[in-house]
């Protein structure tokens, strides 16, 4: 892994799980900053509902263990999604629900297969679970990159990962990619969705009429709660059954629960808002950046990928300047970008202002 994660020691222990001796620390190189724009959560902060739960939280959130399967959130978010209840299955934020969905849907030695670029975390997963994984790189088509899916399905995986919108492109996967991939694969196929709502689009009605489709979601972007770490999937009973088991019990906290319960149930309408929000800033960003002379990706997600030479210097420069965007050297058929979250127009202008110093001074 070249990017977003942290080398393997040399010193391993000789009896640990052999399958981790590879296995690297993620790594996004996020450290304190005054506006940080590398992890495209909701810059506008949290739902008014989900505060004040957490606020009120009762002493036995703290003192006793939580629900076993966090089943009164289930129903919320079933009802959210539009799925009977028995479809959905939470986790400790959608890292989780990935990594438990390997274990349950892949042997050791099993091939995941993701598209190229996507999300950083789907090798590091199959490698925690003893999995190989490979990719097969987005096809260059304009205006949005495409995963070439005949290319992944050729591979003959156990499970197939698609992402959409995709981090860190933004690009929104066709719809006939995705029904190909459910009606083609070996076993199964993962859609993660974690940017679905700014995209307005979604594969979950694909999960009531194939076995082999899981649809993972997340409370991290939209809903401005990734410090609490909830996530969720949408599959088939069965499926979800074995993700379940998977996951284990007690594994999200009380306050983690209540708070998103409040914020499923009572925010919704804060939630669309700052989505508005955010396409818009997004869109502004967009205009402001091709007035520069810049071309950003096309992006149905709430964050734009723009191609910039040296992204990782020019990255450097912008944190001397208090604002970080993350870099993405070498994303084949873009070559390098930087990755900005869209947010409220004061750290836009901010980014912009920090971007023009940057140029400069990286081109002298
Ligand atoms: C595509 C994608 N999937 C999943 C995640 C994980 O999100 P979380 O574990 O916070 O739900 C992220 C986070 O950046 C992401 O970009």
Redesign the pocket.
Known sequence: MSNGTAGATDDRLAFARAAYNDVPLYDPKRTPIEIDLT??TNLWGVPPSALRSLHDAATASVSRYPSLYAAELKRALAAYVGVPDDMLVTG???????DSAMRAFGNPGDLVVSPEP??A?IPIFAQMNALRWQSARELSATPMPQPDIHAMLATNADIVYL?SP??PTGALTARATIERAVRDARGMVII?E??AEFAGVSSVELTQRARNVLV?R????AFGM?GL???YAIGDPALVREVEKSRGPYKLSALAEQAALAAVTADRAWVDEHVALAIDMRERLGDALRAMGLSPLPSAANFLCVPIAESVRVGAALRTRGVAARPFPELPHIGDALRVTAGPWRLMQRFLDALDASLDECAR
Do not use: Q
């Open positions: 992890d495209n400790c934020g959608s890292d989780d629900i990935l996507s999300f975390m992402c995709n981090n993660d974690a940017y993972v997340t409370l991290s972007k990734a770490r909830v996530g």
